[in-house]
């Protein structure tokens, strides 16, 4: 059998999709294209497993949908499974009547987190074959595989059509192996240099990415859509010597200067510990720069330390609001105090802290959402964060956030083509226009003469240079993605 693992084309004037990035999907004015890891992970298993598999990501590879479906429909696969997301669950509905109409032989199958909430909205609304369910959907895809080639047993995660076309779900549950005996990703199968520098989180060129675990240990934010994939009770990771081992196969077959691992938040505790030891044992630390997800208050200032010195650079934390009825809503279990402290110990340790933050909430006035604002823009002026992350909330079907919506009356639309952080699409005192003039401040902070000052006095090599002017390119295609026109 013959798999394609495929991202068409989304042409519009907002920008180039982010389809891939993990977690959540944006419009971006820049290209920025994101290791798609779950995808890549099924695609290497399946090949490891003895399938012909097809990579075909036309959005990194910035095909037209014309080219990309001519393209498709000469490699003929049996099988087109696709990722898609709330914001342009729409349009892939288009796409898989298009892809049955000229490929009527094959199946097709979507996957992630918009149709494991609404796995019976997707049957019903377009011609698809199955919807795989559930968060590791490497392992579901294989599943799906064996069950379309013998008919028999099928999986849980997996919905498909009987006899009359009615949509129906899986009931086998088969055991699955553990993460560590998953091969590691192919790299060339999965086209690995299509992400490896058009990508603002790494510094140092080429980089890519790992992950160490499925997906967050805490896993209980109410806004985040892979808690309908990954809740915190599930998470599972691989071992440290399992990622170690990795990452000297990049260093060594690759030449990966910088490696950036997406599990929803690194593993800490011991399993850090022996990780940041392993790197300095094998002198990684000298080779490669690594980066990850972290929360607030999750390390002890020993641990940041050990983390600088076994090379880490950017880290990633979620910062979301500094008004603590909403971090409590949320379910974030952090207190607004610890939030600043936490950035003071990552930079004490040499680390270089990006935070993501969030603003346009049903429950918060105009003054607590510039209250966020003003703090994130005083963390850059006093140097305690190099790079944040501006967005509109987004409630996605499938969270508690969306349930809360729902039930309180505060949807403004349920047209999931709004869903792309690019309006509000709640009720709140703090109304769209309002929002991105807000996203955009925060953007602006990076402009201040103090922080551009700072950076430019800390320029020690041509990699310095060529990241900052990435950098500051990045930050004008955010203005231009919030702009209110």
């Known amino acids: 059998m ?139 895809l294989a599943e799906l595989v064996r069950f379309v080639e013998d008919g028999k047993n099928a999986p849980a995660s997996v919905w498909y059509r009987d006899d009359q076309g009615k949509p129906c779900k899986g009931i086998e549950n088969q055991p699955r192996p553990f993460l560590d005996d998953m091969p590691f990703i192919d790299r060339e199968l999965t086209k690995w240099c299509l992400y490896s520098e058009k990508n603002g989180n790494f510094k140092y060129l080429p980089g890519t990415y790992t992950m160490a675990g499925r997906d967050c240990w805490w896993g209980r934010c109410s806004f985040c859509s892979w808690t309908t994939l990954f809740p915190g009770q599930s998470f599972k990771s691989v071992s440290p010597q399992r990622l170690l081992d990795e990452v000297g196969m990049l260093i060594e077959k690759y030449a990966v200067r910088e490696i950036f691992d997406d599990t929803g938040c690194f593993p800490k505790g011991e399993w850090l510990r022996e990780f940041c030891r392993g790197m300095m044992d094998r002198g990684y630390h000298k080779k490669v720069v690594m980066g990850c997800n972290m929360r607030v208050n999750a390390l002890a200032q020993e641990e940041w330390r050990l983390m600088g010195k076994a090379n880490f650079r950017f880290v990633l934390i979620g910062l979301e609001s500094m008004t603590q009825s909403t971090l409590d809503r949320l379910n974030k279990g952090i207190k607004v105090e610890q939030i600043e402290q936490t950035m003071r110990m990552a930079k004490k340790a040499g680390l270089e802290p990006h935070i993501t933050t969030m603003v346009g909430y049903p429950w918060e006035t105009k003054r607590e959402a510039e209250k966020t604002i003003s703090f994130a823009k005083q963390m850059f002026i006093n140097g305690y964060i190099d790079s944040l992350q501006a967005t509109i909330v987004v409630p996605y079907p499938g969270t508690p956030m969306f349930d809360e919506a729902r039930k309180n009356g505060w949807l403004l639309t349920e047209d999931w083509d709004c869903y792309d952080m690019r309006e509000s699409v709640w009720k709140s005192e703090v109304g769209t226009d309002e929002v991105k003039c807000f996203t955009q401040e925060l953007y602006k902070a990076a402009m201040h003469p103090r922080f551009v000052l700072r950076k430019l006095g800390r320029i020690r090599s041509l990699d310095d240079m060529k990241f900052l002017a990435r950098a500051g390119l990045k930050v004008l295609g955010h203005l231009r993605d919030f702009s209110r026109t």
């Open 2 to 140: 013959k798999v394609s693992i495929s991202y068409p084309p989304l042409e519009s004037a907002k920008g180039v999709p982010l389809l891939t990035q993990n977690r959540q999907f944006q419009w971006f004015s820049s290209p920025t294209y994101i290791y798609p890891m779950v995808p890549a992970y099924a695609a290497s298993y399946l090949k490891s497993l003895g399938y012909e598999v097809f990579w075909d990501d036309g959005i990194a590879e910035e095909l037209t949908f014309a080219q990309w479906m001519e393209r498709l429909v000469r490699e003929k696969p049996d099988l087109i499974a696709v990722e898609s997301k709330t914001p342009v669950i729409k349009r892939h509905w288009r796409i898989v009547d298009d892809l049955k109409s000229r490929l009527p032989a094959a199946r097709v199958v979507l996957m992630g987190d918009h149709v494991t909430a609404l796995p019976e909205e997707t049957m019903n609304a377009c011609a698809v074959d199955y919807v795989l369910a559930g968060g590791d959907y490497d392992l579901g």
